[in-house]
Structure formats: C-alpha cells, structure tokens
C-alpha cells in the first residue's frame, strides 16, 4: 500500500489500484487502512486550502472591480450629463448658424446695393467722407469696426467649441471600450467561480467514493476477523 501511495500519488488512484489487485485472499491491515485515512485527510486539507486561497483571490479581484464599477458608473452619468448638454448645444449652434446664414446674405445683398468693401476686411475702414459725416456716423464706423472683432472672435470660440465636441466624441468612444472590457471581464471571473464551483463538487464526490471504499475495507477486514475468531 504504500509503494502505491508513492507510485500513484494520491488516494483515489492508489485505492483503485488497491481494489483492483485484491483478491479473496489479500490481506489489509488497520495499519494500512489508518495510512489511507490519514493520507485522504492531508490531500483534502491541502485541497480546501488551495480552494480557499483562490477564493480569497477572487474575492479580492471582485471588490477591486467592484470598486472600478462604481467610478464608470460615475463617469458614465456624467458622460450622459455632458452628452445631453452637447445635444442642446449643437441642436442651438444649428440655429444660429443657420440666422447667420441668412443675415450674412442680406448683408452682402445690402453692400453690394450700397457700393461698400468687404466688411469682414478688417484693415479696410469704411469710407467716411470728412465734410459730410455727422458723429452719428463715425459711432456707426467704430460700431461697425467691434462687430468685425465681435464676429473673429466668435469664429475662434466656434473653432474651440468643435474642438470640445470632438473630445467628448472620444470620450464617449473610450467609455463604450471600457464597458465592453468590463462586460469580458465579468464573464471570465464567472467562469473562473465556475471551474472552481465543480472542482469542489468533484473534491466532494470523490471524498464520498473514498468514504465508500474505506467502509469496503472495513467490512473485509470485519469479515475476516470474523472468520479467524470462529
């Protein structure tokens, strides 16, 4: 028995073995059958302790990602805050653009019938003439002349503003990747809690088979003894 203990190296292989080479006549002693508890015992604990340092492994993994759920739940309803502001405001530069659109062509339409330069020149002044202006019209040159800064101005802010919407266009595309990584990421901790699941459940049936089999040998050795008392 214990040249097969070593040879197999566990208990269910070495009492397979065991029950296959017997015969009526072979011989077992509680010697024996101690050695083969006492070595189902050892492999169990030893079983037990690797299942529940992996589970406190995975325990561990879980609240880590856990805690990472929570923040891309976090970032995520702010994402949606900023998604609906992005709307509102694309839906509002939409309108604008389109006001501008046909205020720049009634503009045009209105120099040309005016013969005056292009006021979107802003190292042209328009043309005052120095005996005939009234004040009225130099406020109206130096209106006129702001509103060409205004309308630069409002160009460079519409240039940031498309530079805004286009990073949280990839924002939004970083929080789609990381929720589909998040999404595999549950599946293979699930399975992982799966293998370990019927790796027990098989520890368990097989502590139940080498319960069997050590019932068996006590009965053959009962038997015996009964024999050798009568």
Not at 41 to 51: G, I, P, S, V
Not at 147 to 162: F, G, N, P, T
Not at 195 to 205: A, F, G, R, S, V
Request: charged fraction near 30%; aromatic fraction near 4%.
């Amino acid at each position: 028995l214990k040249y097969l203990l070593e040879k197999e190296g566990s208990v269910g292989s070495a009492c397979s073995q065991l029950l296959a080479n017997m015969t009526a006549d072979t011989e077992i002693s509680f010697a024996d059958l101690s050695a083969i508890t006492q070595k189902m015992t050892l492999d169990l604990a030893t079983d037990e302790r690797a299942f529940l340092n992996c589970l406190l492994e995975l325990n561990a993994y879980d609240r880590q990602l856990w805690e990472n759920m929570q923040r891309i739940s976090d970032v995520d309803s702010k994402l949606v805050a900023l998604e609906e502001k992005q709307s509102k405001m694309v839906y509002n530069m939409g309108c604008i653009n389109e006001e501008q659109k046909a205020l720049d062509s009634a503009v045009t339409e209105l120099e040309k019938a005016l013969g005056l330069p292009d006021w979107t020149d802003q190292n042209h002044d328009l043309p005052v003439d120095a005996f005939s202006a009234t004040p009225s019209d130099s406020k109206r040159q130096q209106l006129m002349q702001m509103l060409i800064s205004v309308d630069s101005q409002i160009k460079e802010a519409d240039c940031d503003l498309q530079e805004i919407i286009d990073q949280v266009s990839a924002l939004h595309k970083s929080k789609t990747a990381m929720s589909n990584s998040n999404k595999a990421t549950e599946d293979q901790v699930a399975q992982i809690l799966k293998n370990q699941m019927e790796t027990l459940i098989y520890i368990d049936k097989k502590a139940g088979e080498l319960d069997a089999k050590v019932d068996e040998f006590k009965d053959v050795l009962d038997g015996r003894n009964s024999t050798a008392y009568s």
